[in-house]
């Protein structure tokens, strides 16, 4: 019995959403629900799955989108976790009016997210990690009992995260990507928002952006 994960790669930008479940108490939480997301309805139904919260990594459009769906399955709604360094991104519907893409309204978030804060799913717990650079507010998910680090839009298979977009910075970024992902055990299953799984042990080998 464990913490389990669950990878949906869905939406126009080839987003990561993923879902956690405690496969004891059949407790879940959703990360990141983006466009299309509700095909993850059939598994949560399928496996018999409790969702109780939708936590974000950033507020990003691609990350936020789904958000809605989920939160109203049940009512009240289901709180919508978020770092409030990125409620200003959150508002302005996650800069996709700069893609071109309209938003709908999504409901406010009511679970704030702090560095080293621990979260529960069932049984299991995860720690938040706040991980800057690539939104002012951008947090990770760690699962130490699997090995396993959500990493958002901050580190990808041979990428970083972009640091263009409002509230980007690129020294914190990089901060971010030594201080709080590569001191973790070399190992450690890195999930990001974007492309394929990878370690840490890979991407310090490997990436070209980490010298
Ligand atoms: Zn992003
Ligand atoms: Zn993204």
Known sequence: MSLEIKTFPLGPLANNTYLLMDSASLQAVIV????????ILDTILKERLTLNQIWLT???FDHIAGAKLFSELRQP???IGLHPADLD??????IASVFGIDMIALPEPSLFFEDGQHLEIGEQAVEVIHAPGHSPGHVLFYAPQISTLLTGDLIFKNG???????GGDGQQLMASIYHQVLSLP???????GHGPE??????ADNNPYLT
């Open 32 to 39: 990141d629900p983006t466009f299309d997301s509700y095909h």
């Open 186 to 192: 070399p190992e450690t299953r890195l999930l990001p």
């Open 58 to 60: 950033h507020a990003h």
């Open 198 to 203: 990878t370690t840490i042990q890979e991407e």
């Open 160 to 166: 970083v995260g972009r640091t263009d977009l409002p």
């Open 89 to 94: 991104l959150y508002h302005s519907g996650g």
């Open 77 to 79: 709604p289901l709180p």
